[in-house]
């Protein structure tokens, strides 16, 4: 192999990037040098101040708190290349259906329930990410109703609201009662252990 041509085969292996992307999920709005974004993108050797500032204005449009899956590719000269995703689908359903988490039993209660519209809505939302780009609204909608089955949470075609309000007030005296049964376990287990 001649020089020039070893060169030219070095110079393309150097350009070659190994570095894996970082695949987090950031708060809208609250991105911050703590643990575990800081040291993560310290790992990579990110500038983490410039990070969480241009993470922050990307998302200020949408509600703070809310978790969004990111996916950081380093390039060798430090930059990176952010790609923002659409909030969890679980998030979304539980979203829809006014309840901040979902059932301990699935398939044998209900934790909250959503239309066939709240699932059309939120497909149309999951759609746009990059993951989902060969999927058909059908497709993504049959996910969704998945998802939301796996989260006690049920689908149905009409809801009354008067009923559904009902339900949840009923609901929270059983998650409740189910987090004070949680509590007795760990309390019970910190005693056998300790």
Partial sequence: MSKAVRRNVKKIVEKINHSSKLRTDIPAQMAVAAPPLGPQLGQRGINIAAFCKDFNEKTKHI????????????????????????????????????????????????????????????????????PNALLTMQDMCNLLIGSARCCGIEVVKDLDPVEYGQFLEERKSIVDQQKKELEEKKQAKMLRTG
């Fill in 63 to 130: 509600k703070e708190g809310t978790p969004l899956p990111c996916r950081v590719w380093v390039k060798p000269d430090r930059t990176y290349e952010l790609v923002i995703h659409s909030p969890p689908a679980t998030f979304l359903l539980k979203q829809a259906a006014g309840i901040q988490r979902g059932t301990m039993y699935p398939g044998r209660e209900i934790a909250g329930k959503v239309t066939l519209k709240h699932i059309f809505e939120i497909a149309a939302i999951k759609l746009q990410d990059p």
